[in-house]
Antibody, heavy 120, light 110 residues
Framework: QQQLQESGPGLVKPSETLSLTCTVS??????????WGWIRQPPGKGLEWIGS???????YYNPSLKSRVAISVDTSNDQFSLILTSVTAADTAVYYC????????????WGQGTLVTVSS | QSALTQPASVSGSPGHSITISCTGT?????????VSWYQQHPGEAPKLMIY???NRPSGVSNRFSGSKSGNTASLTISGLQAEDEADYYC??????????FGGGTKLTVL
């Protein structure tokens, strides 16, 4: 059973860049059946899909965030990462990394989530 | 992309059944049989309960079932139990190869 764990700073200043990494254990990230993705949840609010990446590097992003987001993959270390630039208070959220079914992007396994607060 | 539409809250008594709706468009819910449902308890990560409209992952109770008609999908929970009290979210694959979530529904077990 694969497990996912987010890591990264819990506090980011406005206008700066948010950077998180997800480490996958219990199996290679290069499995052909899955995409890997990021989903966030502002405090007290709903879920928002940020984007997804395949082990080959193919990415898909939420159109509303596309200009500020980049997701990359490191297959040698079974990790994938999120970069979100020019953050504001509206980017404060719990950020989850997840494993997604290849054919429909359905998240079937989630990390525990990490709270990132944007504040000076 | 616009979020799928879910009722903000539903409630039901133990042993009874409830249904949560999830309305989208022909570009998402109506266009694919790729609707999923998630359960989230406070402070926890979401848990996949239904995928591909009406399929349950291993270990999920058969009290949870899903269906779809046109642009609206539904989650039904039968035989309500206290531990079913949680937030529920739907999601759908879209024509843009993206994923869109619903706004979430808070289920209260009376």
């Amino acid at each position: 059973q694969q497990q996912l764990q987010e890591s990264g700073p819990g506090l980011v200043k406005p206008s700066e860049t948010l950077s998180l990494t997800c480490t996958v254990s219990g199996g290679s990230i290069s499995r052909s059946s899955y995409y890997w993705g990021w989903i966030r949840q502002p405090p007290g609010k709903g879920l928002e899909w940020i984007g997804s990446i395949y082990y080959s590097g193919t990415t898909y992003y939420n159109p509303s965030l596309k200009s500020r987001v980049a997701i990359s993959v490191d297959t040698s270390n079974d990790q994938f990462s999120l970069i979100l630039t020019s953050v504001t208070a509206a980017d404060t959220a719990v950020y989850y990394c997840a494993r997604l079914f290849y054919r429909n992007l359905c998240p079937d396994s989630w990390g525990q989530g990490t709270l990132v607060t944007v504040s000076s | 992309q616009s979020a799928l539409t879910q009722p903000a809250s539903v409630s039901g008594s133990p042993g009874h059944s409830i249904t949560i709706s999830c309305t989208g468009t022909s570009s998402d819910v109506g266009g694919y049989n790729y609707v999923s449902w998630y359960q989230q308890h406070p402070g926890e990560a979401p848990k996949l309960m239904i995928y591909d409209v009406n399929n349950r992952p291993s270990g999920v109770s058969n009290r949870f079932s899903g269906s779809k008609s046109g642009n609206t999908a539904s989650l039904t929970i039968s035989g309500l139990q206290a531990e079913d009290e949680a937030d529920y979210y739907c999601s759908s694959y879209t024509t843009s190869s993206t994923l869109v979530f619903g706004g979430g529904t808070k289920l209260t077990v009376l």
